[in-house]
């Protein structure tokens, strides 16, 4: 376990720090404190505070880089405000990539209202038409509803036992999803309101919405990003990663072809980095 806490410290925290250091052009002071407002939120970081949960384990992803894994047992649960802001942008883009080990519907993310029995802001899996199944952004005005509203819904593809990326764009008048770097579809959906304040005593929970919803997700999670706004170079994928591709063997290289460095993967907001994470690097 500890050099996996080693490598899951140095991939998700050392090493984005150095490469926004390196890159310095792209994390320029304007993109922390100013006007571009770039600031994303990167959710896993949820789970990294909790990584000595027996149901939470670290493999290969889909690059070779470290991903999380849940088993159904697993408990990341935090408040909602060390990963999130106070209110939602009225636009924002959330960006997973994951593979389920089973077909079960499930959460890949939820943010509970204190009672935890509605969905504030989620993406749910659940059944489709024959064998697709449906991704659903949940979005709800707790206040105003008891039930979790899922105000947009797309039918894919079966989605177990191999990676996808999805990137879910919401703007004030539509939700569009692309999946492994293709719009796949795009639905109208008026969003009441359009700046989802949450609760302060809200709850975060990563691949399961909490006790009373029972829909836990088994499987792999190595991204989960909220974006405010849209990041224009969010859509494309690596070339040297081909997501249609079936089991992906997950040695790829760690730096790709191209020399490029990833820079989705520059946290433009390591801010918000829980001080409990430095006690992992301690631990090292
Ligand atoms: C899946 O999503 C499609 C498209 O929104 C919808 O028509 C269908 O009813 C959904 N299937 C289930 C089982 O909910």
Redesign the pocket.
Known sequence: MSLQLCLIVYFRILLPLLSCYLISHVCTAQDFFGDKKETHFDLLEAAVSLIDDKNLYITDGYDGFPSFGFRLGSEVKQPYRMYLPEKLPAEFTIVASFKPLSVRTSYLFAVLNPFETVVQLGIRI????SSNQ?ISLVYTNSDMHSFSDEVA???VPKLAKRWSKIVIRVTTTEVILYMNCNELSRQRVTRIPPELVFDTASTLYIAQAGPHIQEKYDGLLQTLKLHAGYPLDLVKCNNDFDFLSEESSGDHDLISGSGEIDLDDVPVSYTIIPLVDLTFVRRC
């Open positions: 659940s059944d489709g038409p449906n819904k797309f039918t």
